[in-house]
Every structure is written in C-alpha cells, then in structure tokens.
C-alpha cells in the first residue's frame, strides 16, 4: 500500500510579510464611472478587502481552523495528492469523497466536514455518519502539479487510486461542484462499481447527441446566451494559461481580483452585495490558499485538459451514461443552468433530483445545510 504522511499547514512567516507587504504597495488604478461590478471586479470593494487582508486578516486562525482536520500526502495517479481525512462517528460510516473546483479549494468545505463525519455532534443520527475524504486537486493548493495539463478525467483516475489503492474502501460515494461535478462524473462512467454512486451540485457534462426536444433545444439556446460574459476567463485558461500566469503569479491583488469576481458573480447574493454571501475571511483564506502555494497557474491548467480530453461531452469506449445512482441538487442561483431532467437522465441514473430554495455555485459555503440534508438523505437510499 502508499505510503501516507501526515501533512501540517505551516506557511512562514516570511511568506505572509511579502504577501502584506504586495498588497500594501499596490498602485491602485481607475474604474469606468458607471462601472459597479459590471466591467468586472469592483475597484471600491478591491480597496477595502484589501486594506482589511493588511490590517485586519488573521491567517494564522484560518490556518488553525484548517489544521484541526486530519491532513495526509500519498502518491496517487503518478502524483503527491493532499488530502483531508475525517473518520465518521459510529461502526460503519459510509466512505465520501468530496471534490472541489476552481476558484475553489478545500476551504470550502470547512463548515461540512465535521457535520458529515459527525452528525450526532450536531442533532443529527450517528448511523448517518461518512468518512470524509477532501482532497486538494491535482496542481491545486497542497497537492502536487501534473507536469502538464490533465483535465478531470485524468483527475477521476488519481482520486479513484486514492480510494482504492491507498485508503483501501473497495466502495465509496463522490460528490461535486464545478470540477468536482465532472471528476464525480467520470468516476460514476469509469470508475464504478467502487464509486456506487455521485452526487452533484453542478451539471457540466454534455450528451454526445445534443438537444433532442424543444425544451432541451430552447435550453441549449439559452445557455450560450447566458455565458456570453462568462467565456473570457475560461476561454484564456483553457487556450493560453501560461501567458495568464505571469500576472497571476506575480500580483496577490490581481489574483484575489481574478477570483473574486466570480464569487461575486456565481453566488447567491444580494444585489452585487458579495459579503451577503462570502465574508472577507472566506474569500481571503481561499485566495491565500492559491497564493502560498504558488499554485494559480498550475490549477488554471485543468481548461487546457479538458479541451484536450475532448471538452464536455461524458463518452467513453462506447459508454455515455453514468449509470450508478446519481444525485442532482439544483442551487437556484447556479451559473451554469441546469438543462431540463429529459437531458440530464440520458447522461445519468437520476435517482435523487432537489430543487433548492437558495444558494449558488459553492453550494457547501453558501447553503451547508441544504448541502449535508440532501448529501445525508441521498445516502440513506443507498445504504
């Protein structure tokens, strides 16, 4: 078996003084007068989170609250891959496999880990128990970088090998948002029947055959529409991260800038009112996980491998459904809208399908409740 080491965040102190003192020195710039968040990141809003990450930001408590779980390092799939580890409560907890995106990382799920090992903790049934395993994706945060792009197909591979072959559960559930979704996709496709079943909170697959009824066709329409304002970032990561990379990796601020703009904008907010769902301790602790570990550019790399991998479309070998049980929970203020269930059951065994009354596309920050409920009520039908 791997071997598995335990893992410690410990960033110097050197580090966070350059990081400081990067932010302080920034030499702040203009904004359209009608500008808002409409042109992208608001530069008044930039300006007090960032003089709140000199003055007021603790990362030393958010580096605690991350260190209070069990974290490991073990080879799999060719790589070093960071993993969170929390043992459920009571004598068979259910294996949990939950799989961050980007801008995203393990930060996310800070406020769910223990309520999914531990529900008794927190008025809930110990029999509803899972053994939680939050994993940094490849060239993300603590794990190490594929030399080249791999995109989550690739990324399913190495997660499966750390279910299997190094923590050693010959079954396990997945669950994801953003990239998580599509790692949690091609493992149900490729990966089964040791994934038994996934759970998603983002549908970013396609059916190689397309739209096939009106509805799904006014959908497909709509859709590109809708993501007319969203393509620039994705479009520049998935076709030239590198020349990305020089700015990113050099500017705290302009990476914070980067990611804040779509917490901003994919969240479920009020108005442009991103502190309505994201506290600045939130938003800074996850910026600051791609910044002290120098990882912006490698964790952009996963747009250049799907584009490689062959985009969207979920086909492999003659398969094209994913045919363990699956889980669709629907946030309404998703980004990326979800097609009519017609489309999402041809590419999956739909058995579980919850519209939910609130949150957005970081479903586990925005909505922990609704999260755990749905992840927990889901379980309980395979168990």
Not at 56 to 82: K, T, V, Y
Not at 310 to 330: F, K, W
Request: contains cysteine; proline residues 8%.
């Amino acid at each position: 078996m791997p071997s598995i080491r335990p893992f410690r965040i410990e960033i110097p102190d050197e580090t966070l003084a350059a990081i400081r003192a990067r932010v302080a020195a920034f030499p702040w710039h203009e904004m359209p007068e009608d500008g808002g968040w409409g042109y992208g990141t608001n530069l008044d809003y930039m300006k007090e989170l960032c003089a709140y990450w000199v003055d007021g930001f603790d990362w030393r408590r958010q580096e605690a609250a991350l260190n209070r779980f069990s974290h490991f390092i073990a080879p799999a799939g060719g790589l070093d891959l960071h993993f969170i580890h929390e043992k459920g409560s009571g004598p068979a907890p259910m294996p949990l496999l939950i799989a961050h995106g980007w801008p995203g990382s393990i930060v996310e799920f800070l406020d769910v880990i223990e309520p999914l090992a531990h529900p008794e903790r927190f008025g809930g049934r110990e029999e509803d128990a899972f053994d939680v395993i939050a994993p940094s994706l490849p060239g993300f945060g603590f794990s190490g970088a594929p030399p080249r792009p791999w995109g989550p197909r690739r990324m399913a591979g190495a997660f499966a090998s750390l279910m299997n072959d190094v923590l050693g559960y010959d079954g396990y559930l997945a669950q994801g948002g953003d990239w998580g979704a599509a790692i949690a996709s091609w493992l149900g496709l490729e990966h089964a029947p040791a994934c038994r079943a996934i759970h998603i909170n983002l549908l970013t697959m396609r059916h190689r055959d397309g739209p096939q009824t009106p509805e799904e066709e006014a959908w497909a329409e709509r859709f590109v529409r809708e993501q007319e304002m969203e393509e620039g970032y994705r479009t520049q990561q998935a076709t030239r991260p590198q020349t990305l990379s020089y700015a990113m990796m050099d500017s705290p601020v302009g990476l914070a800038a980067w990611i804040v703009e779509k917490f901003n904008a994919w969240s479920d907010t009020i108005g442009d009112d991103i502190e309505s769902a994201h506290g600045k301790d939130t938003l800074l602790t996850n910026i600051m996980v791609y910044i002290v570990t120098r990882t912006f550019n490698t964790a952009s790399w996963i747009y250049y491998g799907r584009r490689e991998e062959g985009g969207r479309i979920l086909a492999a070998e003659g398969r094209h459904r994913v045919e363990v049980p699956t889980a669709c929970a629907l946030f309404p203020a998703e980004m990326l809208s979800w097609p009519p269930r017609s489309y999402v059951e041809r590419l999956y065994n739909v058995q579980r399908w919850t519209e939910m009354p609130r949150g957005g596309h970081f479903a586990a920050l925005e909505a922990p409740d609704l999260f755990i409920d749905d992840l927990r009520a889901f379980a309980r039908q395979l168990r």
